[in-house]
Structures are given as C-alpha cells and as structure tokens.
C-alpha cells in the first residue's frame, strides 16, 4: 500500500540487508532525524510484521523532505556504494 507523501515525507533510500539497515537506523536515531521503514514484501496475509525478515527483503527509509541534504551528507559512508546497487536492483526488476 502506497500512501504517498504525508507530512512532507519522502523515499529516502532502499536497503536490501539487515546490516546495512541497523546502521542506517542507527545515525538517523543519532542525529535525531525521524524516520519510518516501509517493507516492500509484506508476506503472506499481512502477517509480515510478527517475524523477523529472512533473506534479502527490500526496506524503504522514508524522511522528512527537510532532512534529506542533512540525511544524505551523514550516511554517505554507509550508502556511498549501495546507492549504485540500489539502482542496478531496480533496473532489473
């Protein structure tokens, strides 16, 4: 389900492993930038959010449009080459 924009929030970055997720999360709680993850597969029934996900389920940072430049310029080290991956992963789909 795509909601869209609410409240000025924006598709910031997708992250494909768990990893890479926690350390994302991580500088964002650092530096008090208010995120929210959206998962891509959901699984079956919704049910999706009463587990762990295993294997490479795909997440979606979604931030305020303010934070952008601010979110950009700190997780550079972590996203620098995913980013470039990222965007492979989703001309092959």
Request: charged share 40%.
């Amino acid at each position: 389900m795509d909601i869209g924009s609410v409240n000025h929030e924006v598709a910031f970055c997708k992250v494909y492993d768990m990893a890479t997720k926690e350390k994302v999360e991580r500088i964002l709680l650092k530096n008090r930038i208010s995120y929210y993850v959206e998962w891509e597969d959901k699984g079956f029934g919704g049910l999706f959010m009463f587990r762990k996900p295993k294997g490479r389920t795909a997440c979606v940072f979604r931030i305020h449009s303010d934070e952008v430049a601010r979110a950009r310029e700190l997780l550079r080290s972590v996203l620098g080459s995913k980013k470039k991956e990222t965007a492979k992963k989703e001309e092959e789909e």
